[in-house]
């Protein structure tokens, strides 16, 4: 069992930053891919950014390429979305979750065993 806890999310200009922060608690946190993944109001939850259980391996969405960057620390059990040069359209409610493979971090919502609560990021125009 995981627990997963976000954190970091608020209000910010376009342009600016943030930096989100998941926390796990539970046994072989090391052992799971995690990735970021978002939800807008009437848009289905996508594929933000995923990172290998290790941290060598890291994947983004086409959109975030570039601006965001994700990272890990086995040894604090936490997952970070470091996110630059915000837009409007990156409003959304960020979710981080876990998946038990030692393979890539998939990019669909179902293949994830364990979901945060959740926290909302709204870019201002």
């Known amino acids: 069992q995981v627990q997963l806890v976000e954190s970091g999310g608020g209000l910010v200009q376009a342009g600016g930053s943030l930096r989100l922060s998941c926390a796990a608690s539970?046994?072989?946190?090391?052992?799971?891919?995690v990735a970021w993944f978002r939800q807008a109001p009437g848009k289905e939850r996508e594929f933000v950014a995923g990172?290998?259980?290790?941290?060598?391996?890291?994947y983004y969405a086409d959109s975030v390429k570039g601006r965001f960057t994700i990272s890990r620390n086995n040894a604090r059990n936490t997952v970070y979305l470091q996110m630059n040069s915000l837009i409007h359209e990156d409003t959304a409610v960020y979710y981080c979750?876990?998946?038990?493979?030692?393979?890539?971090?998939?990019?669909?919502?179902?293949?994830?065993?364990?979901w945060g609560q959740g926290t909302q990021v709204t870019v201002s125009l």
């Open positions: 539970g046994r072989a946190f090391s052992s799971y891919a």
């Open positions: 990172v290998s259980w290790s941290g060598g391996t890291t």
């Open positions: 979750a876990a998946a038990r493979t030692m393979s890539r971090p998939p990019p669909s919502a179902l293949s994830y065993d364990y």
